[in-house]
């Protein structure tokens, strides 16, 4: 044997999967979906008795996390359907660059660079508005399937003053 090190290169996750199954009689308003590839929060669940050898069927409406889309889905309510981890993590704003982007901190401490500015007009302006006072931002990133959005700005309270 030899004492050198072994030292391996892993871009790849702990092999956890971006979605979990769940039956679609269980999936209530409110609760996560994903319809056509896309995580999506649950608005409007209808179910309807079908005939004697038929299935009961689920209709949902949902509204896609990140763009806002509205989907619909219809699936027997036995069936499973595919449910998104959805993560809500907070960071602290440190600066909005030129090109769209935002550097934020994270918990340990490292920066984080490769978060877009959020696309709603509303959230974009108190997000720079309060930058450009200089006011301590939290903001939220919601994140599922790979992909990661800002979805939230509220200012720390005792910021410099």
Do not use: W
């Amino acid at each position: 044997m030899s004492d050198e090190e072994h030292h391996f290169e892993s871009k790849a996750d702990a092999g956890a999967s971006k979605t979990y199954p769940q039956q679609a009689g269980t999936i209530r308003k409110g609760g996560y979906l994903v319809i056509k590839n896309r995580p999506c929060k649950v608005v409007e669940v209808s179910t309807s008795k079908t005939g004697k050898h038929g299935h009961a069927k689920c209709h949902f409406v949902a509204i896609d996390i990140f763009n806002s889309k509205k989907l619909e889905d219809i699936v027997p309510s036995s069936h499973n359907c595919d449910v998104p981890h959805v993560n809500r993590l907070d960071f602290q704003l440190i600066d909005i660059s030129e090109d769209g982007f935002v550097s934020l901190l994270t918990d340990s401490g490292d920066t984080k660079d490769d978060l877009r500015l959020p696309t709603d007009d509303a959230l974009l302006k108190q997000l720079k508005d309060g930058f450009a006072e200089g006011k301590d931002l939290v903001v939220s990133v919601m994140a599922s399937m790979g992909e990661e959005q800002i979805c939230a700005v509220k200012e720390v309270a005792g910021g410099n003053k």
